[in-house]
């Protein structure tokens, strides 16, 4: 996802070069620490407690790059976070060595009762599908929503500096 974001620096730029752009540099990044932070606590809300240890495998990068390029992301190493975000379609068997991971995870099995519990969820699954909880989709809808203030913020502070420093 790319975001464009345009300031309105009313001749800051034309004035002094490099103290508008060492003050727009520090903001920016510290807008992109704010967006990304937000980001990172909607997906945490949004996602589902019953998952126990899905949360903890929620991660947000550190901002990278300079200057104007800036990027950071949010994101699951989880195996079966992609199932919780999107859903499983009902009449489908989900991969059955991932499911057992999880299961061993959650309940300490191994052996034939691992194998058993992991195939009676798999039929369960496949019976009823999985509802997605889109917690990365929704937090970037609200994100959408959110960033204008975070930008007006942003400039605002970018103005005042201006006018202390």
């Given at each position: ?91 489908a068997f989900p991969n059955f060595q991932n499911l ?46 959110e960033l204008p203030k975070m930008v007006a913020r ?12």
């Amino acid at each position: 996802m790319e975001i464009e974001i345009k300031f309105n620096f009313k001749g800051m730029i034309l004035k002094d070069y490099n103290k508008a752009m060492r003050i727009f540099n520090e903001e920016l990044g510290k807008l992109f620490e704010e967006g990304l932070e937000f980001l990172h606590g909607r997906v945490l809300d949004g996602t589902p407690i019953w998952q126990g240890h899905l949360s903890d495998g929620i991660f947000r990068s550190s901002i990278k790059g300079t200057g104007l390029n800036l990027y950071g992301t949010t994101f699951t190493n989880i195996v079966y976070g992609n199932f919780i975000e999107e859903g499983f379609p009902i009449h489908a068997f989900p991969n059955f060595q991932n499911l057992a991971d999880w299961v061993k995870a959650k309940l300490n099995l191994t052996g034939k009762d691992l194998y058993l519990v992991t195939r009676v969820i798999s039929m369960k699954i496949a019976s009823y599908g999985i509802k997605g909880r889109f917690m990365f989709k929704k937090a970037f809808e609200e994100g959408q929503i959110e960033l204008p203030k975070m930008v007006a913020r942003a400039e605002k502070r970018i103005i005042e500096r201006w006018d202390k420093e």
